[in-house]
């Protein structure tokens, strides 16, 4: 299943904007994740909260106390996942001061692609598909699992 939440494309107005789309998700997502819980059903399903790209730090436009955006990065990313196998109160990787480079632990595009599927049940390797007359991989013929990302790597 996949929810689509619009408006988080705040390029001016961020300072107004971005508090209406957290106060009408942060209870929803976080009532989402305690029902799973409760129903025993969390360590079966993936929660991932995602956008489709990453979002600069510093302002775009016109900078006043009110009103300014930020723009599309397509450098760094941020994600959160839970439940499905992955590793709970993880924070992986990091990116420089002003969060434009990563510096610590990147993860491809085709690296977490893989780790998902592998959460999924799903073997990236096999997974092909036929395109012109050649089987392709959905990672291409990349792609590995990134263990640290998974509960199994979880410390007991």
Known sequence: ?????????????????IRERCRATDQPTAALLRDLKQRGLLEDTLVIWSGEFGRTV???????????????????FSMWMAGGGVRRGLTYGATDDFSYNVVEKPVHIHDLNATLLH??????????????????????????????????????
């Open 119 to 156: 959460c999924l049940g799903i073997d990236h390797r096999h997974l092909t598909f036929r395109y012109q007359g050649r089987h392709h991989r959905l990672t291409d013929v990349h792609g590995e699992v990134v263990p640290e990302l998974l509960r199994s790597s979880d410390p007991q």
């Open 58 to 76: 510093y302002s775009q436009g016109k900078l006043t106390a009110s009103n300014y955006g930020r723009d599309h990065h397509p450098l760094c």
């Open 1 to 17: 299943m996949q929810l689509f939440h619009r408006g988080w494309d705040q390029h001016s107005n961020l300072p107004k904007e």
